[in-house]
C-alpha cells in the first residue's frame, strides 16, 4: 500500500471514529484505536517529510566493463565499487595508488556518496581507502576514483573487476542544507573542551 492509500484509509478511520464520538458510543477499544492513527500519520509525515527534503535517487553512468554498482543482499547499507583498469595495478608495501572506476554520479542535494573500507581488504590484506571515508559531493560530475594505500606485510595486485570499496549514501546537512551561524560565545556543557583520551580507556 503506498503512502497516499495509507493516508486515505486513516482519513476513512478518523471519520468512523467521529460517527463513533456523535452517536455517543462506547467502545473500549476507542482510545488505544486513535493512538495508533495518530502515530501512524506521524510515521507517515515524517517518511514523506524525509522523502522531500533529501531526495531517493542516485543517478550515475557506468563507463567501464564492469557491473553497474548494486546492493548485493537485502538491508546492505552500501554497494561495491570496482576497479576498472587496463592493466593489472601493482600497490607495493607502503605505497598509494588512485585507482580509476569508470563511475560518475549525480549526487541530489542534502546527499554526500562516501566512500568506504572493504572490510575484507582491510582485515586480510591491510589495504583500505586512505581517506576513508572519502566525499563524494553532489556538485561533483567527474569519475570516482579509489584512493587505495597498501599498509599490509605483501604487496597487491590489483585486477580489473576487482571490488576495491564500498560506497554509502547518506543525507548531509551541507552547502543550501544548514545555517552557519557566528557567535561570540558557545554554551557550557558537561564535557566543555575535554578531549583526546580524557576519560581514559577504563
Known amino acids: 500500500m503506498d503512502n497516499k492509500k495509507k493516508l486515505e484509509e486513516y482519513l476513512r478511520k478518523l471519520q468512523l471514529i467521529e460517527g463513533q464520538i456523535n452517536d455517543g458510543e462506547e467502545d473500549p477499544s476507542f482510545?488505544?484505536?486513535?493512538?495508533?492513527?495518530?502515530?501512524?500519520?506521524?510515521?507517515?509525515?515524517?517518511?514523506?517529510?524525509?522523502k522531500s527534503t533529501v531526495g531517493t535517487q542516485l543517478k550515475f553512468i557506468n563507463k567501464s566493463g564492469n557491473p553497474d554498482p548494486t546492493f548485493g543482499k537485502k538491508g546492505d547499507s552500501g554497494f561495491d565499487v570496482r576497479a576498472d583498469l587496463r592493466f593489472d595495478e601493482q600497490i607495493p608495501i607502503g605505497k598509494?595508488?588512485?585507482?580509476?572506476?569508470?563511475?560518475?554520479?549525480?549526487?541530489?542535494?542534502?546527499?554526500?556518496?562516501?566512500?568506504?573500507?572493504?572490510?575484507?581488504?582491510?582485515?586480510?590484506?591491510?589495504?583500505?581507502?586512505?581517506?576513508?571515508?572519502?566525499?563524494?559531493?553532489?556538485?561533483?560530475?567527474?569519475?570516482?576514483?579509489?584512493?587505495?594505500?597498501?599498509?599490509?606485510?605483501?604487496?597487491?595486485?590489483?585486477?580489473?573487476?576487482d571490488r576495491i570499496a564500498q560506497a554509502v549514501v547518506c543525507p548531509v546537512y551541507g552547502e543550501g542544507k544548514l545555517e552557519m551561524i557566528k557567535v561570540e560565545e558557545l554554551s557550557i556543557s558537561e564535557r566543555n573542551d575535554?578531549?583526546?583520551?580524557?576519560?581514559?580507556?577504563?
Do not use: W
Open 31 to 50: 482510545i488505544k484505536e486513535v493512538n495508533d492513527i495518530i502515530n501512524g500519520l506521524t510515521e507517515e509525515s515524517q517518511r514523506e517529510k524525509i
Open 96 to 161: 598509494v595508488r588512485l585507482i580509476p572506476t569508470g563511475l560518475y554520479f549525480e549526487v541530489e542535494n542534502g546527499l554526500e556518496v562516501q566512500i568506504r573500507s572493504r572490510s575484507g581488504l582491510a582485515a586480510n590484506k591491510g589495504v583500505m581507502v586512505l581517506n576513508s571515508p572519502g566525499t563524494l559531493d553532489s556538485g561533483y560530475r567527474g569519475e570516482l576514483k579509489i584512493i587505495l594505500a597498501n599498509l599490509g606485510e605483501f604487496p597487491l595486485t590489483v585486477q580489473n573487476g
Open 194 to 202: 575535554g578531549g583526546f583520551g580524557h576519560t581514559g580507556v577504563k
